[in-house]
Structure formats: C-alpha cells, structure tokens
C-alpha cells in the first residue's frame, strides 16, 4: 500500500499536479518504470520538499500587448475601425464622422499574449590527497587512500552550536582539479578548495563559511585526541597554492569529518541535502511549465555541461519517464563552471529559434567569479532573463548578470517553494 501511495504521488506530479496533462501515462505501460522510481529514496526526499506545492499558485499572469486582431479586453476611445463596436456602427453619419474626427469612436480594446519560450534548469551538480583523516579506530589515513566504508571521526552540533564527537561512514568519493587554499592554524595546515565548506565558531555559535571566505583571527574547529573532543583553534594565514587535484567524500549522516584534524564538511560542492533541494526546485519548476503551456529544458552541469533534457509544450509520456530517471540518477560531485554552463543555455535556447521570452533558472552553490561581459552578452542574444539562486554562500560577479538573485541559507520545503512560485 505505501508502494502504490508513492507511485500515486510521483504520477501527480509528473502529470504537473494536473491529471490528464500528459498523454497515456499509464500503468499497463510505465508500471514498473514508476514502482522503481517511487522507491528511489532520494525520489522520495524530493517529493516530500515540494509535498506543499498549490497549482493555483504555480502560473504566471502572461504579459499582453494591444494588437487589433487579439481577444477582446475591454473598451476605449479612438479613431480604429476595424475595432468599432456595435454601437458606434449605428451613429449617425454626421456623429459617427465628428467622433471619428476628435478620436471618441467606442472601440474595443483587443490584447495578444505574449508567447513564453522554456523554462530551462541549469542545476549545478573537494581537500586535498595529503590530507589525513581520523578513522574512528584513532588511526590517520591520506584522503587520497579512504575508500566507501571506511568509517571516520565526525560532529554532531549540539543545541548550543558545540561540536560533539560522532562517527559515520564512507558512502561516496569525490576527485576533482581545482584552485587550492592553504590554511595554517594553531593545529597544523589543511588545503581545500575554495568552495569547500569549513564550521567556524563566531559569537558564541557555529556558522557555515567556504574556506574562501574565511579571514585570518576566525577560530575553526580542531579535533583534540587527548580531550576525545572539538576544541577551537585560530586561523593563522591563509594562501592561494594554486590548481591542484583535491579529493573529497560524502557521508551518510552527519557531514563533517577532520582534515589534519581540522573539522569540515563532507563536501565543497553540490551534494547531499543541497542536490536533493536542488532537484525538488527543478521539479517544481517544470510543475510550472507545465501548467504555463512552456517547454522545460534542464541540464546538470559541474566543470562542463551534462546532456540536454527537454519536455515539450504537450508532454509525451515518454519525456516525462526519462526527465524523472534523469533527476534521480545524477549524484553530486566536486568542480563548477558556471559561466560555461550558463553559454550553453544561452545557445540551447538562441538556436531553438523560438523568438519567444525565455527563463534560465540557474541552481548552484559556485562562488567563482564568472565572465561576466560574455556571459551578460548571450543572454541578451537568446532573449533569455537569468534567475539565480545560490545556495548557502554569495557570488557578486553572478548577482551583477541576473535579473533576480536569491541567496538561500536554509534548505527547507518553505525556501524551494519560494523559488518555485517566484513571479
């Protein structure tokens, strides 16, 4: 019964919280293609952060224009007439000819919509391998040399915003080539990307920063072996090595580890609970094309551009199956190149040669400043606006191209609902 209650609410929303929308979405065909997905445990985390979507809340009021051969929208005066209304037809001629004169005819107000072009998603999918890691046996072992199911020293965050020694376990391995800090603290150095996220103690709390944006003076978290515990320790100096491979894991509860015994996060990039956000905003999103009549085009993209998905203004059931096994199967991983990502879109749509107003939603936790002149330029060349949404940190240079910039903190169904119903 809860199988058939999730594959019940995975065709809802396949269906764009619309039944009938879709042609031939059934059973007999997409059955055991819908039973898999609907156990998917991240299918179902998505589904449960958009559970409090309203369709009546998902369209947005289509701009019109006047245009005399358009639906009629209400009445003014003037001189047209081709938009005479019954009762200026039957003025007398020496009335009809004053008023035509003086621009006082009653005609009707005639307005065409404007035509919406696709929404498109573009959803953005790492330390050192000298870094040693503390297993939870209190044995060291170079990053480069951890493997899934190795079980390692962690943190879990008290009430009060204290670190308290955990344990959790290797499910995933991240490598990628990117630009590298170097931190010197009070307990040894660490290098991590620059979008890798590091706890900070500040003000008598914890708070999430990307080793980026950490200063020198700002206390970090080391792991005390003596202690069999977190103890704060100050930020010494901080240097840009340059490009190196940096490597990176993910965990299956509590996301932070020690990286020469310096606390982190168990990922710089999109993963874990940010993916899972990431993709309930994108479904949400195409909800909304699908009750706008628009096309949904989406593409992963990390340091270069994933396959192209689109779903038509009439979606096939067909589309709508590949588009749900697409979401469900991409895994986060480290590396962002948003500025190319965001060319490809511009190209996607400029070369569709729809001539309609489109969107370009772009989902991403990347702080690395982008071409900005290049990027500003292909969006105007596809007609496109870009809504931005960055998660958990800031990025000016992509802020200065967007028509509306959001910065989330909080990964929560009441901010992805947000985002979908933004107008």
């Known amino acids: 019964m809860i199988d058939i209650e999730h594959v019940r609410r995975l065709k809802s929303v396949m269906e764009g919280l ?28 998505i589904l449960e952060l958009i559970e409090g979507l309203k369709p009546w809340e998902l369209g947005l009021k289509k701009k019109s224009e006047r245009h005399k051969h358009g639906e009629i929208g209400g009445y003014e005066l003037g001189r047209d007439v081709e938009r005479l209304t019954p009762s200026s037809r039957i003025l007398p001629d020496e ?29 953005d999918k790492c330390l050192h391998g000298d870094t040693l890691v503390e297993l939870s046996t209190g044995r060291l072992k170079p990053l480069r040399e951890i493997r899934v199911g190795d079980e390692v020293v962690s943190a879990q965050f008290t009430g009060n915003g204290d670190p308290r020694v955990s344990s959790a376990m290797i499910v995933e391995l991240v490598e990628d080539v990117k630009p590298v800090y170097g931190l010197r603290t009070e307990a040894g150095v660490v290098k991590a990307s620059g979008n890798h996220i ?11 920063k990307y080793a980026s944006e950490i200063r020198p003076g700002e206390l970090l978290y080391a792991y005390d072996r003596k202690g069999d515990g977190f103890k704060p320790v100050r930020l010494l100096e901080k ?23 310096i606390l982190v996060h168990n990922s710089g990039s999109m993963d874990g609970v940010k993916i899972t956000w990431a993709k309930a905003v994108a479904l949400g999103l195409y909800i909304r094309a699908i009750r706008e009549h628009r096309e949904f085009y989406i593409r992963f993209f990390d340091s270069q551009p994933y396959p192209l998905i689109k779903v038509g203004r009439r979606p096939r059931a067909r589309e709508v199956v590949d588009l749900m096994n697409y979401i ?12 190319r990502a965001l060319i490809t879109a511009s190209t996607d749509i400029r070369t569709g040669a729809s001539g309609e107003t489109s969107d370009i939603v ?15 330029y292909n969006l105007k ?25 959001f910065s989330v903190a909080k990964l929560g169904r009441s901010s992805a609902l947000k985002i979908i119903e933004v107008r």
């Not at 009335?95 to 573009?122: A, D, M």
């Not at 240097?239 to 015994?261: P, Q, W």
């Not at 400043?369 to 290049?374: F, G, K, L, V």
């Not at 949404?389 to 191209?401: C, T, Y």
């Open 328 to 339: 469900a199967k991409v895994k986060g991983s480290g590396g962002t190149d948003i500025s």
């Open 239 to 261: 240097t840009l090595l340059g490009v190196e491979k940096v490597y990176d894991v993910r965990l299956d509860r509590d996301h932070f580890f020690t990286a020469n015994s």
């Open 362 to 376: 772009l989902i991403t936790d990347g702080v690395d400043r982008i071409a900005e002149q290049h990027v500003s």
């Open 18 to 45: 619309e039944p009938g929308s879709i042609s031939q979405l059934s059973f007999e065909e997409y059955g055991p293609e819908l039973l898999r997905l609907a156990r998917n445990t991240d299918v179902r985390k």
């Open 95 to 123: 009335l009809f000819y004053l008023r035509f004169l003086t621009s006082r005819l009653l005609l009707y107000e005639k307005r065409v919509e404007e035509s919406l072009g696709p929404i498109y998603v573009l959803l």
């Open 381 to 405: 060349r596809a007609g496109a606006s870009l809504y931005s949404v960055m998660i958990m940190g800031e990025n000016p240079s992509l802020k200065k191209v967007s028509a509306k910039y």
């Open 198 to 208: 590091i706890p900070v103690s500040e003000n008598a709390s914890t708070v999430l």
